[in-house]
Every structure is written in structure tokens, then in C-alpha cells.
């Protein structure tokens, strides 16, 4: 079949209006947030598990290649259709199936935004821990591929721990149901382990069953500002080993505070080095008594002050310059090169200090945030992507960054997977072996390599199917 005859069966498969052709839509699917874009021939947006199907099925039949995609807000290319053909979009699907209360799970189709899927648990009673800073904008399936953290990850762990099945739909087009809903009870390899993490490259999911818990019956939150860099991070070991484990221990460097100061105008302190907001939910005896052991941690370890939120409107406040961070660094430079190198929390003060080094070295603009808690750092490049030299420099600051990670016995991402963007060095973490072990299982997966190319383990693959050049292809004509 010609180009013409695919784009023919894809409308009849998802109805024509939602395959889109035009440039302007073209672009709109073109990029994630990152810096990195490449443009698909076409956007498709299914609105049924069997539509994903039929478009998968007519992929495979014509060797294009098919990028899946959510909110977009992926930090590490994934949503980027490298090797151009099809982008698919998942945010049609974007049903509550059921939030069973008694069973403790939700039902959901992929393209519901995080924060709606959490705030549909809490209004049932129950609570659905990740809670990655993009939850207002990402999408659930979007969190299940990349396995998205977040701020609580320290005390409730990350998506993986939430997926009890899902529904995928297969590099050959056959729906499968993988995984365990009956949480603890399902027999055979938990294959839905398989797919969380795997960046679209192994199969599309078109619905998740998610664990549910118990609502924390209280919260407190505090910010403590630190003179020395050194002293915060020392701090959240310190709070560790006093047996407290917060819901969440973020770290703001100095440089992210006066960013956010300038951005906000909030009476941040702009001559300290680091701030912790600590945040600590369940009982509340249990919680208050925490309280006074994470104030004096702080304080033993240097903390110059420790605000604690008395009220609602507190907490709001003392958050905000948390989650003000990507848009305060945005104004600083155009281009923010967020990366999320993880080591064993131990070894956090030992990043910190590496990363001034490299900022230094390579004299880019480095800020230092993110979930310290759980060794999980945000160091990000203020750059600008229209400066060649300082991309240059930026990158090989980068290159240093993740050598830094893994020489201290870290890893490349936390929590934004690898997509394109970080994919040159996964070999360096996961060694030969490793690499070969995720090109089998591709492989054995996707034998043609349709499924979302160039990214994780076929990075720097030759293109799967001849490049195609609007007007010859037969699509943007018909
Ligand atoms: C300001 C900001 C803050 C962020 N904070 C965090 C954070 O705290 N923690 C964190 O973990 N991440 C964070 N992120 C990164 C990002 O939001 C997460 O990676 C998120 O999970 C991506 O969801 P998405 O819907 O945007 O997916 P997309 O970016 O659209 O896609 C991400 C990957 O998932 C694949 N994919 C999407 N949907 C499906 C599907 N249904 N089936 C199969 N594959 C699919 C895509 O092919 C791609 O490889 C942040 C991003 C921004 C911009």
C-alpha cells in the first residue's frame, strides 16, 4: 500500500479528524521539554484501546515508526519523534475508569493528568502518592513509562510501587493484560514491571490499575535555611539517622534561591547557600514528635532558621518557592538542561561540591536542587541552545555530571529516564551485558524496531524506515 492508502486506513481507523497533517500540528509534536525536537509526518490521536491497536497494527504493516506521547513534559526526549513517522498521542484517553475504595485501587486510561487521577483518590478517602513536580500538566501513562518520582518518593517510593496491571497494546498490535490487580495474589513473572520504565519503547499502555492508600491523617511542613551547602546536605543523612523518614526533604542551592527570589519577591534569603523543605505526614502525636527531631537535626547540623508552616496558607508559602523553581530558572537563561543524576544519599554532599567544580570548569551557570531525601538531585544547566560555544561547554559539563554520579556509585536519571538525551552514556552505567540484555529484549519485543526508535537501547540505530519529505510521501497531499 502507498503512503496514501496508510493515511486513507488511519482515518477510517481513528476518524479523520484526528490525524492530523499540517505543519503547524506537525511542530506542535515535535518536541518534549527539552531542548531536542525532530518533526513526525503525522500526528495520530486514538480514543479507544482498539483504535491504539488498529493505528499499531496499520504502523507495523507499512514500517512507520510510532513515538507515543502524553503531556510532553518528558526532561529526556522520549516523546521526541526521532525517526519521524508517527506521533502518537495518547491524551484522548483520558477516563476515570474507577476508584474502587474498598479494593483500594484506581482504574484510569493514560491520558488522565496525574494531579486529577490523585485528586480523585483524595476525594474517595484514599491517597495516591507520586506526586512529580509536572503533576498538574503530565499524564498518567506518561508517568508509568518513564516510572515518574517526585517529592515524596523518599517516604513512599516512586510509580512502580503504585502499578498493580496494565493493559498494552504490543509492537504487533495484540492487546495484552500484564501484571498483578489483585495485588500479591497474581501468578507468572509480574510482566507490567517489564513495561514501567520502558519509555514507550516496548509497548503502548492504554490502561493502568494503580494501588491506592490511606490518607495521612497529618501534615507538617518546614523550610530551614543553611549558611553552608555542606551543613544541608549533611543534614538529611543527619535526619535519617535520627529515624525520621519524611514524606519529602527537598534541597534548593543558593544560586536556585536567589533565582527564585528574584522571580518571586518573597523574602527569600538571598545570602544563604541551601535551603531543606521538609515535609512529614501520618499520626498526629507521631508527627509532631518527628517535628521536634528534624528541628533539631537542622539545628545541630548549622540550620540558621527553621520556619514551620502553622497554617494551610502557610504551607502554600513555604512551597511555593519550590515549585517556582523551573519558571525562575527559565528567566534566568532560555534553555534549562534539568537533569536528575541520583547517588546513595551519603554521597550527597560529595555531588554538591562536584557540581560547583564542573560549573566552574566549564564556566556554565549550574543550579542544584531537588528530592535530597533520596539522593535524587536536579542539577540543571542555564544555558542557551542558540549559543553553539556555550552548548559545547554545557555538554561537556554534562558528560562530567553523570562520570561524577556514577563514580559515586549513582545513576544516570532518578526519575526522568533516558530517552535520547542521556542514552549516549547508558552503556557506562549498565556495562556491555546490561546493554545487550535490553537490546534482547527489544528485540524480542519489537523486531522491527518501530516502536518509539532511537531512543534507551536502539539510540544511534539507523533509521527504521526511509526518511520521508512532506510531498513526496503521498500523506500531506492526500
Ligand atoms: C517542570 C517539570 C517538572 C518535572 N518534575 C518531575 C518530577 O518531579 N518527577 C519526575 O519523575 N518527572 C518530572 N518531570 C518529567 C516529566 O513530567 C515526567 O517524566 C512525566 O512522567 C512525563 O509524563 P508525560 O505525560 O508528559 O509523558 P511524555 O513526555 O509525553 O512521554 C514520556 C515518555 O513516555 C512515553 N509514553 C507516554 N505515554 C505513554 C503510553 N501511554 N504508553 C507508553 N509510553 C508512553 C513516551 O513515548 C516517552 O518516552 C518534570 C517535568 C517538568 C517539565
Not at 496558607?313 to 519558571?327: N, Y
Not at 562520570?403 to 556495562?431: D, F, Y
Amino acid at each position: 500500500m502507498a503512503d496514501r492508502d496508510l493515511l486513507r486506513a488511519l482515518r477510517q481507523a481513528v476518524g479523520a479528524e484526528h490525524v492530523l497533517t499540517a505543519v503547524e500540528d506537525r511542530l506542535c509534536h515535535s518536541h518534549d521539554a527539552t531542548f531536542r525536537d525532530a518533526l513526525p509526518d503525522l500526528v495520530v490521536s486514538p480514543g479507544s484501546t482498539a483504535e491504539v491497536a488498529a493505528v499499531v497494527r496499520l504502523a507495523a504493516a507499512h514500517r512507520v515508526p510510532l513515538t507515543p506521547r502524553g503531556a510532553a513534559s518528558g526532561l529526556s526526549g522520549g516523546a521526541v519523534p526521532l525517526h519521524g513517522g508517527i506521533a502518537l498521542s495518547l491524551t484522548r484517553l483520558d477516563r476515570i475508569l474507577a476508584i474502587d475504595v474498598a479494593g483500594r485501587r484506581a482504574v484510569v486510561e493514560p491520558g488522565v493528568v496525574t494531579a486529577a487521577q490523585a485528586a480523585a483518590a483524595w476525594e474517595a478517602g484514599l491517597f495516591y502518592p507520586p506526586d512529580p513536580a509536572s503533576a498538574r500538566m503530565s499524564t498518567v501513562g506518561g508517568n508509568v513509562a518513564e516510572c515518574a518520582g517526585g517529592p515524596r518518593g523518599l517516604k513512599y517510593g516512586v510509580t512502580r510501587d503504585y502499578v498493580l496491571a496494565l493493559e498494552v497494546v504490543l509492537p504487533d498490535g495484540t492487546v495484552a493484560e500484564v501484571g498483578d490487580p489483585l495485588d500479591g495474589e497474581g501468578c507468572g513473572p509480574d510482566w507490567a514491571m517489564l513495561l514501567v520504565g520502558s519509555e514507550g519503547t516496548l509497548g503502548i499502555v492504554t490502561r493502568i490499575t494503580l494501588r491506592l492508600v490511606g490518607r495521612p491523617a497529618a501534615q507538617r511542613t518546614a523550610l530551614a535555611i543553611f549558611d553552608r551547602l555542606d551543613d544541608a546536605a549533611a543534614a538529611v543523612s543527619a535526619t535519617i539517622a535520627a529515624g525520621v523518614v519524611p514524606t519529602t526533604l527537598e534541597l534548593m542551592d543558593g544560586a536556585t534561591l536567589r533565582a527564585v527570589e528574584a522571580y518571586l519577591h518573597a523574602g527569600l534569603p538571598t545570602d544563604a547557600e541551601a535551603a531543606l523543605l521538609v515535609e512529614l505526614d501520618g499520626t498526629p502525636g507521631a508527627v509532631e514528635a518527628q517535628l521536634r527531631q528534624v528541628d533539631e537535626a537542622f539545628r545541630r547540623q548549622g540550620a540558621r532558621d527553621v520556619q514551620v508552616a502553622g497554617s494551610p496558607a502557610d504551607v502554600e508559602r513555604l512551597w511555593r518557592a519550590r515549585r517556582a523553581i523551573s519558571a525562575a530558572c527559565g528567566q534566568l537563561n532560555p534553555t534549562k538542561i534539568s537533569e536528575d543524576a541520583t547517588v546513595p544519599r551519603s554521597r550527597v554532599p560529595a555531588l554538591v561540591r562536584e557540581v560547583g567544580e564542573i560549573a566552574r570548569r566549564h564556566g556554565v551557570k549550574m543550579v542544584v536542587f531537588g528530592h535530597a531525601g533520596d539522593g535524587n538531585l536536579h542539577p540543571n544547566v542555564l544555558t542557551n541552545r542558540d549559543d553553539p560555544a556555550e552548548m559545547e561547554r554545557a555538554e561537556a559539563a554534562i558528560g562530567d555530571l553523570f562520570a561524577a554520579a556514577l563514580a559515586l556509585g549513582g545513576t544516570l536519571s532518578g526519575e526522568h529516564g533516558i530517552g535520547c538525551m542521556k542514552a549516549p552514556w547508558l552503556e557506562r552505567e549498565l556495562g556491555a551485558a546490561g546493554m545487550a540484555l535490553g537490546r534482547g529484549v527489544k528485540e524480542a519485543l519489537d523486531p522491527a524496531g518501530l516502536l518509539n526508535p532511537g531512543k534507551m537501547f536502539t539510540f544511534g540505530a539507523a533509521p527504521v524506515a526511509p526518511p520521508r519529505e512532506p510531498g513526496q510521501t503521498g500523506w500531506h497531499a492526500a
